[in-house]
């Protein structure tokens, strides 16, 4: 997405109250300019809410600072915790613009109103507590802050850099047209063309025990991916993948040069 079409779009449309964006975009493995394009959003006085669930925890993502009204994020990602958590961050303006509602979401599980008053200025969960969930993110937002945010980020962009290092070694293309939009949490390359994908992805598991996805909706069949966010951004985990796609490509009559991926990918590491 490019912040001068944000921009364009805000001033064409003067009705427009809220603009929403995914930070990440896992399917395609490529990052938005969530920065840019939330201050372009403020400038034109609208409510920013930014999808980060596949990135806060693995890329830098400043809520305050770069004017994120509503800023989402899952615990299961880059978190590394249980799924089953929803995790907003919600500035000043947001509260203002749910309180001046007409109507007011009020007396349900998904009113932020009542969540505030109960949970932020009464210290009472408003709803039967998700004990173990708690437990779970509280203990992965501790080894995160243990390891240092900075250090956490660096660690994705190195294990991102030396994947996609890799992935090209093996003379295979990425997906995203530049890699300053490729994603620290997720790599996307295509497959040469007599191989499928389908195929290539159930072998790979089976025979390797390396599990990576493949492409859906309208990207289904064009590309798969690799993750690494979270406890999974490892180099040695990066290193067995990228053998394993080596060896899966040979198996199917698409050969590779053994190492190649690794020896691309070392200057990274």
């Known amino acids: 997405m490019e912040p001068a079409d944000v921009k364009r779009k805000l001033e064409e449309e003067k009705d427009i109250k809220a603009l929403t964006v995914v930070h990440c975009e896992t399917p395609a493995g490529i990052v938005n300019p969530i920065r840019e ?36 994020t899952g615990s299961q990602k880059c978190l590394s915790s249980t799924p089953g958590l929803t ?21 349900s599980y998904l009113s932020l109103l009542d969540w505030r008053e109960a949970w932020i200025r009464n210290k009472r969960f408003p709803h039967t507590p998700l004990v173990a969930e708690i437990y779970g993110i509280n203990q992965a937002a501790t080894e995160i802050l243990e390891e240092g945010l900075q250090n956490v980020f660096d660690r994705h962009a190195k294990v991102a ?14 997906w995203p047209k530049k890699k300053e939009i490729a994603s620290n949490t997720v790599t996307t390359f295509k497959l040469p063309e007599e191989v499928d994908d389908v195929e290539f992805i159930q072998r790979m598991a089976d025979k390797y025990g390396v599990l990576i996805g493949g492409g859906f909706r309208e990207l289904k069949g064009k590309l798969v991916r690799i993750g690494h966010m979270g406890y999974n951004a490892t180099l040695p985990n990066i290193v067995a993948t990228l053998v394993a796609i080596e060896k899966t490509l040979t198996d199917m009559g698409h050969p590779v040069k053994f190492g190649s991926s690794i020896n691309a990918a070392l200057p990274s590491l």
């Open 37 to 72: 394009i939330c201050k372009i959003g403020k400038e034109h006085g609208v409510i920013t809410i930014v999808d980060a669930v596949a990135s806060l925890g693995g890329i830098d993502v400043r809520p305050d600072e770069w004017g994120i009204d509503l800023c989402i």
């Open 87 to 107: 995790i907003i961050s919600v500035s000043e303006e947001a509260w203002e613009v749910m309180e001046k509602r007409k109507k007011p979401i009020r007396n």
């Open 161 to 174: 850099k030396a994947t996609r290092n890799g992935i090209e070694g093996m003379g295979l293309k990425l």
